[in-house]
């Protein structure tokens, strides 16, 4: 079964849910105090702080910590992986960037579509970012600054979005909810209230890397939500 996670800036932990639910199986404290950022490379969960300035790699699903880099700016929001990189954003450089595998080394860069960047995801092909200054969530054209799709997001702050190979999952700090969209659109399929204030970020731990599917994941016609 494909699962949500989350990370909350409130109560400093990130969540495993069951399935697409508000049901919490496992938690663990995040590694310092102010998590943005969370993230699964198909074993492993990644996650982003404010206060450390820092992207760390956790050992599969637990607050113990493998690695870890600097990130390229003073404030990462936003974090993926394409399936070999680190995809990281910087709320205070306003800018995406596609890391060496898990390290430190920018190998390219652009500037995010508005003002108040917050979160990015990976779908397979292209970036996917939200916004709280525009209020939209964007679909990019790959890895690049070209916007081939947006919409409005739900509720007045959008604070993580994340892709379950079909469908688009995003969470708002005003809303304190998570939502699952049909397909990349404005359209609401099923949503619940976060386990705490601030669901900052938010990832799904079955995507679809490159067309290769992670170890023990479904194909995504049967994507378990």
């Not at 917050?118 to 890895?143: E, K, M």
């Amino acid at each position: 079964m494909a699962n949500v996670l989350s990370n909350d800036a409130i109560s400093l932990k990130i969540y495993l849910h069951t399935g697409f639910s508000s049901t919490i199986s496992n938690s663990f404290s995040s590694p310092s105090t102010e998590p943005r950022p969370v993230a699964w490379d198909g074993t492993n969960v990644l996650s982003g702080d404010a206060v450390s300035d820092k992207i760390y790699l956790h050992t599969g699903f637990s607050s113990i910590i493998s690695n870890s880099f600097s990130s390229p700016s003073t404030v990462p929001v936003g974090l993926s992986w394409d399936g070999a990189n680190v995809l990281s954003g910087d709320y205070l450089s306003g800018k995406i960037y596609l890391h060496t595998g898990f390290s430190s080394t920018i190998s390219n860069s652009f500037s995010s579509p508005s003002l108040g960047f917050r979160s990015l995801s990976w779908d397979g092909t292209n970036v996917l970012s939200s916004d709280a200054a525009s209020l939209i969530i964007y679909l990019h054209t790959g890895f690049s600054s070209t916007i081939a799709n947006s919409f409005s997001s739900p509720s007045a702050e959008p604070v993580g979005v994340s892709w379950d190979g079909a469908n688009l999952l995003s969470g708002d700090y005003t809303s304190d909810k998570i939502y699952l969209h049909t397909g990349f659109s404005s359209t609401i399929a099923n949503s619940f209230s976060s386990p705490s204030d601030v669901p900052y970020g938010l990832e799904w731990d079955d995507r679809v890397y490159f067309g290769r599917f992670p170890k023990g994941s479904y194909y995504p016609h049967i994507l378990a939500h």
